[in-house]
């Protein structure tokens, strides 16, 4: 289910004292979910990263549509009605239809026809992982769900957290850096998978921007926000992404033309 390119930058450096960053890396929903908590690893933190974790593989369990005894595909095939379904996957669907309003319709779970919320999933089940170990004690704490980055705290004394925006015209280079102590950034577009986004007014792959990254409080409405701004195209999405409390937008069209929102929280590159 990944799509971002996010990425935490290097050169957090270990606590003498603390022995912190302690990081973990979990192959998890089709991608791979890495922690990395500025904590000393007490059985308490270590119990709530467990917790974490167990989450994203419960989220994974239900909701993807690639295991045939998930909730999703038992709903896609018409064995298991929405008002049978377990309390979570209710929820969520209603999370998808929320979705659909506050995006004007460009983020649909049933664009393709049978329901499917990989889209808002990732999003979601990452931030109740980092919601779990911010209640656990661990503030100052990143997690990093394929690219869809959700960040609390600080990495060191004094310092943000920096993440690295991949360039989509230029791989192996930086696009932009976004700095911040409490905030989500989520990227989404057609570099790395292709237009595979449909756009759920025409029924075709949304293909006008090469990539879209949303910062804002909430992971869960940043991966959305992201994949609807795709849809709705550069103009709209700027337009739409600033009547948005606390959202952020940068994106770059097919032509290579970046654009950002006036308060994206940009920080050096180097």
Do not use: Q
Not at 55 to 68: G, I, K, M, V, W
Not at 95 to 109: I, M, P, Q, V
Not at 196 to 202: A, C, L, N, Q
């Amino acid at each position: 289910m990944a799509d971002g390119r996010s990425r935490p930058m290097a050169g957090v450096a270990a606590d003498p004292v603390t022995g912190a960053p302690w990081r973990h890396a979990e192959p998890v929903m089709g991608t791979v979910v890495s922690f990395t908590l500025r904590h000393r690893p007490t059985p308490a933190l270590r119990a709530a990263l467990d917790r974490a974790v167990a989450l994203l593989h419960e989220a994974d369990r239900e909701f993807s549509p690639f295991l045939p005894d998930s909730a999703t595909s038992r709903m896609r095939r018409g064995e298991l009605g929405r008002a049978d379904a377990p309390a979570r996957v209710r929820r969520v669907l209603e999370l998808c239809e929320l979705a659909h309003s506050r995006t004007r319709g460009a983020f649909d779970a049933w664009a393709a026809g049978p329901v499917d919320p990989c889209g808002l999933v990732k999003g979601w089940a990452a931030e109740r992982a980092w919601r779990v170990l911010r209640a656990a004690g661990a503030g100052d704490t990143c997690v990093n769900a394929g690219g869809d980055v959700r960040v609390g705290g600080a990495p060191g004394p004094g310092g943000v957290w920096r993440t690295g925006i991949a360039d989509p015209r230029r791989p192996g280079r930086l696009l932009a850096v976004v700095a911040g102590r409490d905030h989500a950034v989520a990227t989404s577009g057609t570099t790395e998978r292709g237009a595979h986004i449909t756009d759920p007014r025409t029924g075709a792959p949304a293909a006008g921007l090469l990539a879209v990254t949303v910062t804002g409080p909430e992971l869960l409405w940043a991966d959305v926000y992201a994949t609807a701004a795709v849809v709705l195209g550069e103009r709209e999405a700027h337009r739409w992404i600033a009547a948005l409390p606390g959202y952020a937008l940068l994106t770059v069209t097919a032509d290579g033309e970046a654009r950002a929102s006036a308060d994206f929280p940009f920080a050096p590159v180097a």
